[in-house]
């Protein structure tokens, strides 16, 4: 009986032994951080801060706040490093928190926004009209009006790169769902941009 | 706007949208590392359990105290000293006095030692079925009581070598622990990373015939 030929190529089988060594390290990593080794802490700290920093930005547009998330992420996962099961890649655990993080700030904020405008439209009788706002103003605003399910996957996918795959695992849906958020997000934006004109 | 200027408009936003700064890595870090590792020690898992059961910290303190008690020269405890705790107080302690308690320390941890490595030893390497890791799990809290009281003890205080061993080896055991209530395959894993990489198992065969060879 021949034997099975792979369809494997040199580069396919080094980029596997690659991730499995990533794997393996970042779990031995892991381990020293539980033990309270600070080294080990860092290193996984550089390895994600930059990725989990950048996504908080986009997410909340502030700096001293994603600068605040981002902390409470990391503070977050090492005190429950220890209940990390490994089921899911190690960032795909540490984004789930920072969206969640930001996601629970953002609600907070949403809701003593709301309150505040309430109490405003009961003192203020009359504003002037805005001008009118430039793209980049009007792009802010419209996404910042989509849904929170769909803003979040269309700033993932379209503005910070991640794979459907990615976002998928991190929000915890179905991969179909992903795409399908993704590309109502983008029908939304067309429509609430339709009217700008340069 | 029509298609195309939209299409433009959704690849330009890497660059327009919320482009973030670089990140503050250090000033992050200097917080985040403060919170987590040097914040103050919680209760740890051995803490908890004596102060949820007293009995079995008792217990523990008694088999000690008992097997120190063993060793101890006779002369200490005879009959014109005992019952009079001023005699006791009164009477400094002799080189052969400290000598012998230190031997039934040593003693006590050499047999501790022994059982921790049996069960490190035993340990399976993975897809253990939900009895087996009971037994390991019930094992390891009863020697998590032993590993605290050694920890606080004389021996392991003169002997840094030997504390920072049961250090290490009480972590290990607070995992093993815990596979009772939440066991998993990664869990495993992670027990068996944290001994090799703390060499823990070499440590203790090698803290057990020392404390062999000074008998």
């Known amino acids: ?198 | 706007m029509d298609d195309n200027r939209f299409d433009d408009v959704l690849q330009d936003m890497p660059r327009s949208f919320n482009t973030p700064p670089e990140p503050p890595l250090d000033e992050m870090w200097t917080v985040i590392e403060d919170a987590h590792f040097n914040a103050p020690v919680p209760i740890s898992a051995t803490r908890r359990m004596t102060s949820r059961a007293p009995w079995l910290a008792a217990a523990a303190a008694l088999i000690i105290g008992i097997g120190v008690g063993r060793y101890l020269p006779r002369n200490v405890s005879s009959p014109g000293n005992a019952g009079t705790p001023s005699a006791i107080a009164a009477k400094p302690a002799s080189a052969s006095d400290t000598s012998a308690v230190a031997d039934a320390y040593r003693d006590q941890t050499t047999r501790y030692l022994g059982q921790a490595a049996a069960l490190l030893v035993s340990l399976p390497a993975k897809d253990a079925n939900g009895r087996t890791d009971a037994a390991f799990a019930s094992k390891a809290t009863d020697l998590l009581v032993t590993t605290r009281l050694l920890i606080d003890s004389p021996a392991a205080v003169q002997d840094p070598k030997l504390h920072s061993l049961l250090e290490d080896l009480e972590l290990v055991l607070v995992q093993i622990a815990r596979l009772r209530s939440e066991r998993n395959k990664g869990d495993l894993d992670l027990i068996h990373q944290a001994v090799e990489q703390g060499d823990v198992l070499s440590r203790l065969n090698s803290a057990v015939a020392t404390n062999q060879s000074s008998e």
């Open chain 1, 1 to 198: 009986m021949p034997f099975p030929v792979s369809n494997l190529t040199e580069n396919d089988r080094d980029r596997d032994e690659r991730q499995i060594d990533d794997r393996v390290n970042e779990t031995q990593l892991i381990a020293r951080v539980i033990a309270g080794d600070r080294l080990a802490g860092r290193t996984l700290y550089d390895t994600h801060a930059p990725r989990v920093y950048s996504l908080a930005y986009r997410l909340c547009g502030d700096a001293e706040k994603a600068r605040e998330f981002t902390q409470d992420t990391f503070i977050r996962a090492f005190s429950r490093l220890a209940q990390f099961r490994g089921d899911a890649a190690f960032s795909t655990w540490l984004h789930r928190i920072v969206v969640t993080v930001v996601s629970n700030a953002r609600r907070s904020e949403l809701r003593m926004a709301r309150e505040v405008l309430l109490d405003e439209a009961h003192s203020i009788e009359f504003t002037a009209p805005e001008a009118e706002p430039d793209l980049k103003e009007s792009i802010a605003r419209a996404v910042d009006n989509l849904s929170e399910a769909y803003r979040m996957t269309l700033i993932m996918h379209d503005i910070e790169g991640y794979t459907h795959a990615e976002i998928a695992g991190i929000l915890g849906v179905p991969e179909g769902t992903c795409k399908s958020r993704l590309s109502a997000a983008r029908a939304q934006l067309r429509e609430k941009l339709a009217a700008f004109r340069e």
